[in-house]
């Protein structure tokens, strides 16, 4: 609040008194900023003093907490604190799951785009990728509502086709076959409306078709604009990343996906201790928390070390491709010169570096 001056009083209202001889300086006078000001410096002298005595204190479990809670946005760090973030991590992971636990801290690596390509032709619906990537990225493996998460969906879907029989079924009366036709209610062709909790018995069934949807990882995506701590971001290689530490869990992000890519922690994440894969990246399957957005990040793990993606690995089929979009010869630019390819939803403009095509 900007202080103004009183202006004297207007002639006749008396004369003010002579100065003494000897002026003291006026006391201050108490303002809103400066109070606010005093108790902002007062609050943050003794957050950071209670962050330095947990730090030299024997509780090694607690400094590292306070640590995690003071960083910087992990895009925003110097080497010098990413260091440190990883050191801290690898000792509170280790020590929770009884095991050497490496947090990778590897850069997106100059002139490579990653990019994939799928083969829906291929696809059996076996879910072999689903599991895989379950099991490679550390996702919550509950079996209560809200504590199961999987980052890819496989969409059964039913196939069909037009009827002779039910031609004149459908109508308004029944039996015309003009306002509605018979075929109406039955799917034609194949369809983008599915289930993907189904549990067959054998695959491929003979009458659906198989559709895998993940993180389209695009090259203007939605999620990153409405972000509004910018936890989320995409990163030089390609992949659109979340610094878990710094999310908040408002969910905006899952809301402008057109994907369903984002899966949010709403209870804490259950990681049996046998189960959690200790070679993680920070900005990948390193464990989450409870209240924190998560999603697909192609295995950076993996794939900046000249590795496939669990999923890519499993797939009993070769129906899914993965390489380097700018380099000629990858198999993913193999299959975009070469084969029938569209991206999902490209009316949105998203542009996403996730493809399908077919034979």
């Keep these: 609040m900007t202080q103004q001056t009183i202006p004297p009083d207007d002639a006749g209202a008396g004369t003010a008194p002579p100065a003494p001889a000897d002026p003291k300086p006026p006391a201050p006078q ?3 900023r400066g109070f606010l000001r005093d108790g902002g410096m007062l609050g943050l002298s003794s957050l950071m003093g209670t962050a330095t005595l947990m730090a ?18 992990y895009r925003l760090m110097t080497p010098e604190e990413k260091a440190q973030a990883r050191t801290r991590l690898e000792r509170r992971y280790s020590e929770e799951y009884g095991k050497k636990v490496s947090v990778d801290t590897t850069e997106a690596q100059p002139g490579v785009l990653m990019g994939y390509a799928l083969n829906i032709r291929k696809c059996i619906g076996c879910r072999r990728c689903v599991h895989a990537c379950v099991a490679e990225n550390n996702q919550s493996r509950g079996a209560r509502p809200g504590e199961r998460i999987e980052w890819i969906q496989v969409l059964r879907m039913e196939r069909g086709h037009f009827s002779k029989d039910k031609v004149n079924q459908g109508g308004y009366p029944e ?8 075929n109406a209610y039955t799917p034609a062709g194949t369809v983008l409306e599915g289930e993907y909790r189904y549990e067959p018995k054998a695959v491929p069934e003979a009458d659906a078709t198989y559709m895998p949807i993940a993180c389209m990882q695009c090259e203007k995506p939605p999620c990153v604009k409405v972000c509004p701590v910018r936890t989320t971001y995409r990163e030089a290689d ?4 979340i610094d878990y530490n710094w999310c908040i869990g408002c969910r905006m992000c899952m809301g402008a996906c057109p994907y369903w890519a984002r899966r949010l922690n709403v209870t804490t994440p259950v990681l049996p201790k046998e189960a959690m894969n200790p070679v993680t990246h920070y900005l990948g399957n390193r464990p989450r928390m409870r209240g924190v957005v998560e999603k697909c990040h192609w295995c950076l793990q993996r794939t900046r070390h000249g590795r496939y993606p669990a999923c890519v690995e499993v797939c009993p089929v070769g129906a899914r491709k993965f390489g380097n979009l700018l380099d000629p010869e ?30």
């Design 330 to 359: 990858s198999e993913v630019s193999q299959v975009l010169a070469r084969k029938n390819v569209f991206r999902l939803k490209a009316e949105l403009n998203t542009f996403p570096k996730f493809f399908y095509f077919y034979d």
């Design 238 to 241: 390609g992949p659109v990343v």
């Design 56 to 73: 030299a204190s024997d509780d090694a479990q607690a400094a590292i907490e306070w640590g995690e809670h003071f960083q910087k946005n």
């Design 175 to 182: 039996g015309l076959g003009i306002q509605v036709g018979g």
């Design 30 to 32: 108490p303002s809103r």
